[in-house]
């Protein structure tokens, strides 16, 4: 199958799009026809514990065409957007960028204010706050801009607000107004969002995982199982918490199975959302066309 149509190869290509939906695919697909570097815009796939359970493209792939940025960095190390776009800094070449962080994918088309690294010690603060259950407490300490702008829902971005304001003094919005231009704008890229009918992927999520487990997914987990530590970055891997679950005794594998595949269709969910309100300059591209990939 031919790929879509307006692919400049003398630009590079960003690929956004849901878990499961193609991406990697089709990355290693423009790669092969044009040429270039697939690059990683995953933060699960990071990890160097984790191929088969956050579904790295296979050995057999990163052999036919350069790829860059796939389990790179070892579980003891604490990893961060703003280290991703460093890394993709230091490259070179036509790049085919592909992922489902959007984060990351944000970061690299508009820019990453750069912020001072936030205290251990009020990082082990804002920790033990959220973690007795104080979000509004958090909430309520943040900057009025800061309060207006983020999602007060998300705890992660409250949390990550919160010690931002008392690490500096300023408002992580005030940091953000300050943001230097992007690595890579959108008059350097083509950029391409996958999208595709709910049902359909969720069909591709359950297939997917049955899949790593058939492939070793248990066996990655087993390996962790001495170094587990629900907080970790490494340890949010989806699926991971569940297996881990299956191997201490706490549930069954058929169950554990049942509790990653919804949690994957929910974050797919929550992809498709941030997709649709902070993509809509980006390309569609219907997932389902490429159904060989």
């Known amino acids: 199958m031919s790929l879509p149509t307006g692919i400049d190869p003398e630009r590079h290509v960003v690929i956004a799009g849901p878990t499961a939906s193609g991406k990697s695919a089709l990355a290693m697909r423009i790669a092969q026809e044009q040429g270039g570097t697939v690059v990683n815009a995953d933060a699960l796939q990071i990890w160097s514990c984790w191929r088969v359970l956050t579904a790295r493209p296979p050995v057999a792939d990163e052999t036919l065409v350069p790829h860059a940025l796939y389990g790179h960095v070892t579980p003891e190390r604490a990893y961060s957007v703003g280290d991703w776009l460093a890394d993709v800094a230091g490259l070179r070449g036509r790049l085919i960028v592909t992922g489902g962080t959007g984060l990351y994918l944000g970061a690299l088309t508009r820019g990453l204010a750069v912020i001072p690294p936030v205290p251990a010690a009020i990082r082990a603060q804002g920790d033990a706050i959220l973690a007795g259950g104080g979000l509004d407490r958090m909430v309520a300490g943040l900057d009025p801009a800061t309060r207006a702008a983020i999602d007060l829902r998300n705890p992660a971005?409250?949390?990550?607000?919160?010690?931002?304001?008392?690490?500096?003094?300023?408002?992580?919005?005030?940091?953000?107004?300050?943001?230097?231009?992007?690595?890579?704008?959108?008059?350097?890229?083509?950029?391409?969002?996958?999208?595709?009918?709910?049902?359909?992927?969720?069909?591709?999520?359950?297939?997917?995982?049955?899949?790593?487990?058939?492939?070793?997914?248990?066996?990655?987990?087993?390996?962790?199982?001495?170094?587990?530590?629900?907080?970790?970055?490494?340890?949010?891997?989806?699926?991971?918490?569940e297996l881990a679950a299956y191997l201490?005794?706490?549930?069954?594998?058929?169950?554990?199975?049942?509790?990653?595949?919804?949690?994957?269709?929910?974050?797919?969910?929550?992809?498709?959302?941030?997709?649709?309100?902070?993509?809509?300059?980006?390309?569609?591209?219907?997932?389902?066309?490429?159904?060989?990939?």
Do not use: C
Not at 163 to 181: D, F, K
Not at 210 to 230: F, T
């Open 157 to 241: 971005r409250v949390q990550r607000a919160w010690e931002v304001l008392r690490a500096t003094g300023r408002g992580i919005v005030e940091w953000q107004a300050e943001t230097p231009a992007p690595l890579i704008p959108p008059s350097g890229a083509t950029r391409l969002v996958l999208v595709s009918d709910r049902d359909w992927l969720a069909g591709r999520i359950k297939r997917r995982f049955a899949g790593m487990l058939e492939q070793g997914a248990l066996d990655e987990v087993r390996a962790m199982l001495p170094h587990w530590a629900p907080n970790r970055q490494w340890a949010r891997a989806i699926g991971a918490p």
């Open 248 to 293: 201490q005794g706490r549930m069954s594998l058929d169950e554990a199975e049942e509790k990653a595949v919804i949690a994957t269709r929910q974050y797919a969910k929550s992809q498709r959302i941030w997709f649709r309100n902070r993509m809509r300059d980006w390309r569609p591209v219907e997932a389902e066309s490429f159904t060989d990939f």
